[in-house]
């Protein structure tokens, strides 16, 4: 039989642990005997349809170890929504014909909700013309809101991050005798997975964060007040961890101001959530208020990942490969969980079109009941997510990325 | 000779490893036959003043070795400065009445310039009453403005997030095929220290920070808008690092938006320094702009700690108690660099009063000509700072914490 070539793609925003899932899906394609070259789209679907692309079959051992502790993505992704081919088929040409002219068998495609749309679409459409391609999905986000899987990779360090990070913050907050607020700012349009994670910063028993507000609960700004409020007759320093996604009763995105929080308190809008939130108690109730975003660093701090997410990455990678070779298209590799203590997981397959543009949102019995924090269910859910130590190469005691997408 | 007892405090803000000074302390009061009590100022000079402090010396074996990665400041601070003698003698009356009181014949004061004034005029105080008490400085500040020292304990550490932050956002900006601007702001209101250690992101050959810019050089909004523009002609992410308190060639801080940039570009006060710039570049030049603070994290990220950091601000509290033992009184401990390959430093002993109320900048010759980065000189200056791994205590995968305040 002839040997078959193999295309890599992502789509959507990075994590810290994409780039495991390609060291996973390259390793399995290298212990192939039926498989050959490995492309990579550069810049996603999009980037491919313009012609960008590269081998990087041939990349050294030590770029390929690099890429496990690597952040973001190294080829590069895109935003790109195909349309159905019964409406636009130009794309699934232009996309098939590349696969033929490149003796393309398995194509690997690695992303959220929106990718495993692409990847029902371009396996459905194979599978109507006759065409002998296999196309398989790899779930990523660090929102962590896929259904069918358990989890999703990149979700564990993001998790670890922000728990890390609020406990530090908590600490730095302790240090004058005087009121103060944090309004900590997580990433979560849509789902309050990551905002809730920092519940783990209750780790250590003494700084919590003492209010956690997600997307999931109708965010009323009068209760928001009144939380804070009564906290403080009890401690000067008050941490709240909000989702960048909260919405009032009208459905109006708080960061957005168009919220009645602010016709009501006459503030306008300022950038994120936390900075909106910032001076309804800053010039009500205590003058000392920081508003802290996590930015880009909940998902790009690779020097603070979970080992276990590093690893379940890789194994949905490695086992997409597997599950090609077996002849299954149009699937996606999920993670199942067994058991929490120990904790045991196992990658299964599932149909991309049955995750496709559905959203998981945290299940309300997760949530407290005043619609302010998270439940212990919650903290047994995510604590194995973030275990386990990370091993990563560092040079002048920085971190040492792989450079695979330059000519390395 | 009876025992006589000790006194810690602080004053400013916190770092990653003022705890290590504390350790360092706490271990040398310890093994010192002459010394007993130690006591701490609970929230600094103030704080004592209204009667907060506690006894530290019985805290078991197992705190002291959590304060080593503990972030911030275990005995809590504050930013009371107190007046000369002749003008405002009640302060002194009262400090050292509790001294007195307490048997105190050492005190251990940790802080920055402004906290080495207050070592000065203690001890002078002291002195010209004929009262026989030592009172040391120990220097902290991630700013690492303080004079004299070569640097100060808890710059390394700061230095060592930002370099590593720097390298995760720049691999984090790279993902899309789009054209865009991440300004990242730094802390550094006085001097540029922390701004111009992103330089050391440039480890990765790949992606250095592309532009730097610090108070010592007056910002011109036009050369900065050049510089972006010029740089956007030979690649699509750029990568900005701005220091908080840039200033224009009136004196005015840009942050505040009083500067000529504003009132050129119709764009008022947003915040900090990154959010007042995101504007000029968003509304001219790029779409895609991010405007990225590292807030308290980068004082407090004592996951990401440097080892050396922690190990002299170790020894600048260790050095601290003996140099007390010896009669020493109204100086403060420095660390003197001997050597950078390999590096090497010693502690020494220097008058509280040379180092109160200076500021050191970064020096002229390690700022590039143009005034947008930083020469070699720099990097050989910082490197050794940041090295060292640290050996954090773990539970869950996230650090523990000393709660040597409690009741512990």
Known sequence: MKKRNCLLGQSGGPTAVINSSYRGILDQVKNSPDLDRIYAMRFGLQGLLEGKFFDITDKSKL???????????????????????????EDYI???DFLEEHEIGYVFYVG?????????????????????????????????????????PGFGSAAKYI????????????????????IIETM????????????????EKLYAPDFIYLPEVVFDVDDFYKDIENKMKDQKAITVVVSEGIRDKNGNYVYAGKTTAH????????????DTLK????????????????????????????????EE???????????????????????????????????????????????????????????????EEFIDYVLPLIQGEIDIKTENSLPVFSKLETGV
Not at 112 to 123: E, F, P, Q, R
Not at 285 to 293: D, N, P, S, T, Y
């Open 63 to 89: 770029e390929l170890e690099l890429l496990e502790n690597t952040p973001s993505t190294i080829i590069g992704t895109s935003r790109y929504k195909i349309s159905h081919y019964n409406k636009h088929e």
């Open 94 to 96: 232009k996309f098939f």
């Open 112 to 152: 959220g909700n929106d990718s495993m749309d692409t990847v029902a679409k371009l396996g459905s459409y194979a599978r109507e013309k006759g065409i002998d391609v296999s196309i398989m999905g790899i779930p990523k986000t660090i929102d962590n809101d896929m259904v069918i899987t358990d989890h999703c």
């Open 163 to 182: 728990a890390t990070s609020v406990m530090e913050i908590a600490r730095d907050s302790r240090v004058y005798d005087l009121k103060n607020v944090h």
């Open 188 to 203: 979560g349009r849509g789902s309050g997975w990551l905002a809730a994670s920092s519940i783990l910063a209750a780790n």
């Open 263 to 274: 016709d009501k308190f006459g503030h306008k809008r300022l950038g994120g959530v936390a």
């Open 279 to 310: 001076p309804i108690i800053k010039n009500n109730l205590c003058k000392r208020v920081k508003a802290i975003k996590f930015d880009v660093m909940q998902r790009a701090a690779a020097h603070c990942a979970s080992g276990r997410d590093i």
């Open 313 to 375: 990455a890789y194994q949905v990678g490695a086992e997409a490969v597997k599950a090609a070779l077996e002849g299954e298209t149009g699937k996606m590799t999920a993670i199942k969980r067994i058991s929490n203590d120990p904790y045991q997981a196992e990658i299964i397959r599932v149909e991309a079109e049955k995750v496709a543009n559905h959203v998981k949102l945290v299940p309300d019995e997760w949530i407290n009941e005043k619609g302010n924090g998270v439940t």
